[in-house]
């Protein structure tokens, strides 16, 4: 158990460097700087999340030891020095009534997010590493949707969420990508689906080496297994004919006094079942996206994606709940 512990460990540690790799590395020429942290301002041009204790809990740990690395921070404009890493240590500081000034390393704008960008295309990074390092850089940017993220590194907004959700994997898939079992992306999230629907049947499979085929057959199997025992139980929990007579004249009750009172049913909307990188879902009807873009929403994940509408296929067509 440790040691799967220690490997996910190992492996976030790593992904970490990605964001620290040079970034705050003193570079010939230059200096950290002192500047007063109401000289500093944050961008405003994405939607930001701050997790409130995590920065409460910083600013005391930047009280008792002090601050361990400089924020990067733009050449001084009309508004001051504007942030390019390290916005949580300028919100710690903000915190703090002992702490007045910030350590600072004051650079070119753009040049630390093009690097991270650079790093995050390295060809010996995994996905799970690069997953790490989207979800590191977005915590570090205040950045909440996959779109606001695609306008700041080279990377489609379906490549984020593919990479995001990588990140998500057991210990057992990554070894097994280590390893040398399976090589993509796509197919390491198709047995992170398989291995939420049975970890037993995805180990078996991961025993030998997996094609993107094998893993989404697996899925498709799991899926079509669960779907038939959830059939079987609902046969079985089927109510008795005397039963159902009176559930249906209650119904026929219910339907009448609806028709009184004049309540309205919930509405409906008509869906289009599609798939997407081994996951399902449906078309959003109302999203609104760009030329051959599409709006989706997948049922294994909550809230709206907007992908290259090619990479989707339609699978049916049916009724869904209104998506709000």
């Not at 190992?10 to 970490?16: E, I």
């Not at 995590?54 to 740990?61: E, H, P, V, W």
């Not at 999203?287 to 049916?316: F, H, M, N, W, Y």
């Amino acid at each position: 158990m440790s040691s799967k512990k220690d490997f996910k460990s190992l492996m976030s540690n790593k992904s970490k460097s990605l964001l620290d790799e040079e970034i705050n590395e003193i570079k010939p020429g230059e200096s950290v700087v002192l500047i007063p942290k109401e000289d500093i301002y944050s961008s405003e041009q994405v939607r930001k999340f701050f997790d409130e204790e995590y920065i409460a809990d910083l600013s005391k740990n930047m009280d008792d030891i002090g601050q361990l690395q400089p924020i990067v921070v733009t050449h001084k404009d009309i508004r001051g020095y504007k942030i390019q890493v390290g916005e949580c240590r300028w919100r710690a500081a903000n915190l703090s009534d002992k702490i007045t000034h910030v350590e600072c390393l004051v650079r070119d704008p753009g040049t630390v997010l093009a690097q991270l960008s650079e790093n995050l295309h390295r060809n010996d990074l995994t996905p799970f590493e690069t997953g790490r390092a989207l979800e590191l850089l977005m915590e570090e940017q205040g950045i909440v949707e996959n779109k606001d993220l695609a306008n700041v590194v080279s990377l489609s907004e379906s490549r984020i969420s593919a990479f995001r959700k990588a990140a998500q994997c057991p210990p057992y898939i990554e070894l097994a990508y280590h390893n040398g079992i399976i090589r993509d992306v796509d197919t390491v999230n198709s047995l992170r689906i398989a291995g939420e629907l049975s970890e037993a049947e995805t180990k078996k499979l991961l025993k030998s080496p997996v094609s993107r085929k094998e893993a989404k057959e697996l899925v498709k199997n799991l899926k079509a297994s669960k779907k038939e025992a959830k059939s079987k139980q609902a046969d079985e929990e089927q109510p008795s004919p005397e039963h159902q007579e009176v559930t249906n004249e209650a119904s026929l009750n219910e339907v009448t006094q609806t028709k009184v009172s004049g309540a309205t049913p919930t509405p409906k909307n008509n869906g289009i079942r599609i798939s997407f990188e081994g996951e399902q879902g449906f078309i959003d009807l109302n999203g609104q996206a760009e030329s051959g873009q599409i709006v989706i929403v997948l049922d294994s994940s909550p809230g709206k994606l907007t992908v290259p509408a090619r990479d989707i296929a339609v699978i049916g067509y049916h009724s869904i709940e209104h998506v709000h």
